[in-house]
């Protein structure tokens, strides 16, 4: 499979194309994005056959929302958020599943020292909890729709009532401020405090 390269022009058309409808435009954005996209994901979960259900699920997503799309707006960025997005509720899933409760439990029955190194996902949202309130109102407020609530920086702008590149600030401030607390939780954080 070649690899297709857009420009900038280009992609605005293919936007409007896709828009429209068109199912050549999204191809072209599979074949310039999906192995990429694929990598990324492989890097989390570690499964290539998990990544790319993942990014099946971004582009049936994207050709869903397709009329949603901003001229504006980058599809590479458009993409990795929705990989993002779909990594933390893949996580969020696998953590709640009987599967992973159970091997979390037997983790701790053989490995009585590496309770710190468990990827426990409800302690780790305790622990987020408990530093989202420790920041600046606007701060906690700006994170949790960021963060929680996959709502973009313009969309948190209009509705606090601020200039897009104060959310901006605040989200990086608040967010360095958690990825020290919650270092310990590397795979966690990192899915949800450093991946833009």
């Known amino acids: 499979m070649k690899t297709v390269a857009i420009h900038m022009s280009d992609e605005k058309q293919i936007i409007i194309e896709l828009k429209q409808g068109s199912s050549r435009a999204l ?4 074949e310039l994005y999906a192995k990429r996209l694929c990598a990324f994901c492989v890097e989390y979960t570690k499964s290539v056959e998990d990544a790319e259900e993942i990014v099946e ?7 869903d929302k397709r009329e949603t799309i901003r001229q504006e707006d980058s599809l590479k960025s458009l993409l990795f958020v929705m990989s993002r997005r779909m990594l933390i509720n893949a996580y969020r899933a696998r953590v709640h599943s009987v599967s992973f409760a159970d091997y979390v439990e037997m983790q701790d029955v053989v ?34 729709m960021s963060r929680l609530e996959d709502m973009p920086n313009r969309e948190i702008a209009k509705v606090l009532n601020l200039s897009e590149q104060t959310v901006k600030n605040q989200l990086s401030i608040g967010l360095q401020v958690l990825r020290r607390k919650l270092g310990k939780y590397s795979l966690l954080a990192t899915l949800l405090l450093y991946v833009n």
Not at 27 to 30: E, K, T, W
Not at 115 to 140: A, H, I, V
């Open 27 to 30: 191809h072209l954005v599979y």
């Open 57 to 63: 699920d971004v582009f049936v997503k994207l050709w």
């Open 111 to 144: 490995d009585e020292g590496g309770s710190e190194r468990q990827l426990n996902y409800d302690d780790f949202m305790r622990q987020l909890e408990r530093n989202l309130q420790k920041l600046p109102l606007t701060q906690q407020r700006i994170i949790r």
